[in-house]
Every structure is written in C-alpha cells, then in structure tokens.
C-alpha cells in the first residue's frame, strides 16, 4: 500500500478535527530535568490562528502544559511546526483548517493536544487501546482542508534512542540497572538540549507531501465522546 493510500486510511481510522492527545507517563517527559534547556528557550514560536485569534505557541509553554520538559511532547512540536510550514508557507495557520493524524506516543500527543485544543487541562484527551507506546509510532499527518493539500511528517529511526521504552518499562517495573539508568538519562538530556535547535531536515525524513480526498464527517468534541465511551466499556470488561 503506498503512502497516499495510507494516509487515507488512516484518515478514516483516526480522523481528529482538533487533536486529542495523551499525557501519560512522565518517565517519558523529562520529569526531574530541572528546568528548561536554551535550545528550547531560543525557539521561536509557531504563529497560529485558533478560534479567530492569532496566538503565539511556544515550546516552553507547550512544556507548561505537559507539566514537564517532554521528550514526546518536543519531537511532536517540532513536526507540527514542521508540518504547518509545509502546509500554509508564508500564511499563518489556521488551526481549524488542519486535521492532525497521529500514533504517536505519551506526551507527543500532549503537544497536539496544546496546539490545536489550547491549554486548558480539562480538555485533555486520552487514547484508546491500541496507541501504544512505540518508536515506530513518530509519524504525523497534517492534513489541510481548504487546499486538500497533506504532508506527512516521519522522525528519523536513529534520532530515537532503540532501547527507549524498553528501558522505561524496566524502570517502571524496578529492574532497570544502574548502567540503563545512566543511559536514559543521557538520552533524555541529548534529546532536550539538541533537538528543538537542530535543523528539521536533520531530524524528520523527507516529508511526503500529496493531495487528499476525504469522506465523512466527525464533529468537534465527537472524537472525545467515541474515546471516553471506548476506554470506559473497556474498564468494564475487565
């Protein structure tokens, strides 16, 4: 199946007019780094429109939001910027005019959730079973309305660290050695003080730009509704 039909697929499995988003799992968003590298601090901000309002979105804020300075949360920024330059050029983004589309895991999500929902905690999402975490996952849709124009935006597989969630699981569970400790933690330090200063080329394949077709129609909040009904039917099954 080729990227377009892909994309399309995906789009009708995971259509999200304003993105929902994940914030699970702290372990995964730098919790204990101690502030807020320079890269991240120098990062100019994303110039949107959100509600007929033009807003300045940076990536310290986006960090606010998640409550920490997120490993996740500052790959899936970095491709949202990505993806709307790619999508809108000079013009500022209109939020509303954009579909995200993502698998991406913990505070990845988070980061759209800030982006294309605001920064109200309690209109935070979370997903259903089956996005799970996974170094495979870093890949992002965006998907603009008025121009049927697309891009999809993929991290580079050496730009995350291989044995990461295999890692955090093991911590979790208590059985992490002292070696693996150290080395997460230097990944996690490599990834906050160099990413958001790197270039976008360096850290995101070349992107896949196409045109779209879509059918079908989700309303706002109504992506919210089928998650909240999936993972509560899901607790009572178990």
Sequence with gaps: MNLQLKALSGLLMFLVLAMGSALPAAAD??????????AARDLAP?????GGEPRNLSLVEAYDFLEHPCLTGTVSFLAARYGLKLLFGEETPVIEDVVAIS???GGSMGALDFIFKGDNPRDKTWPPHGVE???????YQFLRKSTMQAVTIRLKHEMWPSDWFELREKQQ???ITEAQ??????????ILENYPAMALTELFETPDQYTFIAWGHIEKG????????????RRGAE
Excluded: H, W
């Excluded at 994303?46 to 959100?50: G, L, Q, T």
């Excluded at 109504?222 to 039917?233: G, L």
């Design 181 to 190: 400790r150290k080395k997460r933690s230097q990944d996690r330090r490599f």
């Design 222 to 233: 109504e992506m919210d509704k089928m998650i909240r009904e999936q993972r509560r039917a």
């Design 29 to 38: 968003c730098g919790a204990g780094d101690g502030g807020y590298t320079q």
């Design 46 to 50: 994303v110039k949107v429109i959100r």
């Design 173 to 175: 569970a208590g059985t």
């Design 103 to 105: 698998l991406a895991p």
């Design 133 to 139: 975490n996974s170094a495979d996952n870093f890949v």
